[in-house]
């Protein structure tokens, strides 16, 4: 027998939550956080353990006032709210603080919409009911959560000074990724945690709890990678199968492709990298280049522009990546095959998808290898005490470190490089002795630190342990690394 779905990790979080719930006085909390991160997951286990026993859950869709008081009939039918039911958006408004006045919480989700012009009045109502409840803050045993999945559209509707309910918010909370922990002990729990398994589905699905359970829902969390990719990607009824359409790229309108996709098939590329795709593929659109990435940066933060360690904020050498990896292993391995699932016979279409995954599993090692140092280092674990994020080094000489674990106080370095084979590993040790040697050269600020060296890998061989030793390297693989999580 299967073991059961749990709720997993978010206790900081949820312990947020329950102390809100326990004051037992008014708040407006602001729950941001990417789409199936688990936001009403984590209210409705916090209200289940902590909260009134009366509760309003109200999902806006994207649509007029009209679809919106459709919806939100439905769910005050749902949830037994009793008439009249709100016939506009002023009664709407009107209707959630009499709830919350007499002791409901109200979770508003998808409360970015309100940003959009048909529906921005309702800004204004829900205003002049936030402040009666505030005015009567001790009286007052309910409160309002807005969830919302696009920060700068959440902090336009809060945080802005000219909106309507700029300053009222009495707390907020923004749900990240699930940790490693987290991620370890659903594998654990439900398949197991091998490092081959754990690469491939954290480079897929990163900390989202929604996409490792509907693995689980669909008995493949322990299966081999084919049937994995197949089963949640390829069939009619496979559930990620338009995720990323319906998440991601919907929001966008087909504008800012081009950019995301060489993004993700070539992360760390240079802005002068990205320019000169767009003026192969359109010659007239190098001018937009840069408000396109600005956007994609600042309004959705789907990209990220990382500098190598030690570079000023303003360096020209900086690299972008695509900051989600579910979104990453999409654009870059598997939407093209899934697209053409229905011209194309299945077992070729899976096999390309994987090996192009397999190919983007490398920056995907990376990744996970900094955020285990760092996740290791923030719980007292493991040998090296972090004193500021993990990043990379690279320059124009072509000296490349995957790794840069920095110790501040003892003034120790770690460099370290990773790679998904083994023997390619070994094999590489020589070249990036280089590597290391201009690296430290060129810092001065290093020269009396200790460097130390490590070599990295989803599961070292005895052999490759002992070469890299005699080599003068610490050799880790992910097993090492997640000892302790």
């Given at each position: 027998m299967r073991t059961p779905w749990g709720f997993y990790g978010r206790q900081n979080e949820l312990g947020q939550l329950a102390a809100i719930l326990r004051r037992g006085r008014w708040f407006f909390l602001k729950l941001t956080g990417r789409r199936r991160i688990g936001k009403t997951s984590l209210v409705q286990e916090a209200l289940k353990a902590h909260g009134p026993a009366q509760t309003?859950?109200?999902?806006?869709?994207?649509?007029?006032?009209?679809?919106?008081?459709?919806?939100?009939?439905?769910?005050?039918?749902?949830?037994?709210?009793?008439?009249?039911?709100?016939?506009?958006?002023?009664?709407?408004?009107?209707?959630?603080?009499?709830?919350?006045?007499?002791?409901?919480?109200?979770?508003?989700?998808?409360?970015?919409?309100?940003?959009?012009?048909?529906l921005f009045d309702f800004n204004s109502y829900l205003q002049v009911e936030v402040d009666r409840l505030a005015a009567e803050a001790d009286t007052v045993r309910g409160g309002l959560i807005v969830l919302g999945s696009i920060h700068t559209e959440m902090d336009a509707l809060l945080e802005d000074r000219t909106a309507p309910l700029f300053n009222r918010i009495t707390d907020q909370i923004d749900l990240p990724h699930l940790d490693l922990a987290s991620v370890l002990e659903i594998l654990r729990t439900h398949a197991d945690s091998d490092p081959a398994r754990l690469l491939f589905l954290w480079n897929l699905f990163e900390g989202v709890p929604k996409f490792f359970r509907d693995c689980h829902e669909q008995e493949v969390l322990g299966a081999e990678r084919r049937t994995v990719l197949e089963r949640m990607f390829f069939l009619s009824s496979s559930p990620?199968?338009?995720?990323?359409?319906?998440?991601?790229?919907?929001?966008?309108?087909?504008?800012y492709d081009m950019v995301l996709k060489f993004i993700a098939r070539h992360p760390g590329c240079s802005n002068a990298e990205i320019t000169q795709h767009a003026r192969s593929l359109q010659p007239d659109s190098e001018n937009?280049?840069?408000?396109?990435?600005?956007?994609?940066?600042?309004?959705?933060?789907?990209?990220?522009?990382?500098?190598?360690?030690?570079?000023?904020?303003?360096?020209?050498?900086?690299?972008?990546?695509?900051?989600?990896?579910?979104?990453?292993?999409?654009?870059?391995?598997?939407?093209?095959?899934?697209?053409?699932?229905?011209?194309?016979?299945?077992?070729p279409l899976v096999d390309e998808a994987d090996r192009r995954l397999a190919d983007a599993e490398g920056h995907g090692l990376e990744r996970l290898v900094g955020a285990l140092y760092e996740e290791r280092s923030r719980?007292?674990?493991?040998?090296?005490?972090?004193?500021?994020?993990?990043?990379?080094?690279?320059?124009?000489?072509?000296?490349?470190?995957?790794?840069?674990?920095?110790?501040?106080?003892?003034?120790?370095?770690?460099?370290?490089?990773?790679?998904?084979?083994?023997?390619?590993?070994?094999?590489?040790?020589?070249?990036?002795?280089?590597?290391?040697?201009?690296?430290?050269?060129?810092?001065?600020?290093?020269?009396?630190?200790?460097?130390?060296?490590?070599?990295v890998t989803p599961r070292h061989t005895l052999e490759s342990r002992q070469t890299a030793t005699s080599r003068g390297y610490v050799p880790q693989d992910l097993v090492d690394l997640t000892t302790g999580l």
């Open positions: 309003l859950y109200l999902q806006i869709p994207d649509s007029d006032p009209a679809g919106v008081l459709a919806a939100a009939r439905e769910f005050y039918e749902l949830f037994q709210i009793p008439e009249p039911h709100p016939s506009d958006l002023q009664s709407l408004a009107r209707s959630i603080g009499t709830l919350v006045r007499s002791g409901y919480v109200v979770a508003v989700d998808e409360f970015q919409y309100f940003l959009r012009r048909v990620l199968r338009t995720e990323a359409d319906n998440w991601f790229l919907r929001e966008l309108h087909g504008r937009q280049i840069g408000g396109y990435v600005k956007i994609l940066r600042e309004r959705y933060r789907m990209i990220e522009r990382l500098q190598p360690v030690f570079a000023a904020p303003t360096a020209r050498n900086g690299r972008f990546y695509i900051r989600d990896n579910f979104l990453r292993s999409w654009l870059a391995a598997l939407a093209v095959p899934a697209a053409s699932v229905s011209f194309r016979p299945l077992g719980k007292g674990l493991g040998d090296f005490s972090l004193t500021e994020r993990i990043t990379g080094y690279w320059d124009r000489q072509g000296t490349e470190i995957d790794l840069v674990a920095l110790n501040e106080d003892q003034r120790v370095v770690r460099l370290g490089t990773c790679k998904r084979n083994a023997d390619r590993l070994i094999r590489d040790l020589p070249e990036f002795d280089g590597h290391i040697a201009r690296f430290v050269g060129a810092m001065r600020r290093l020269r009396d630190w200790r460097v130390e060296r490590v070599a």
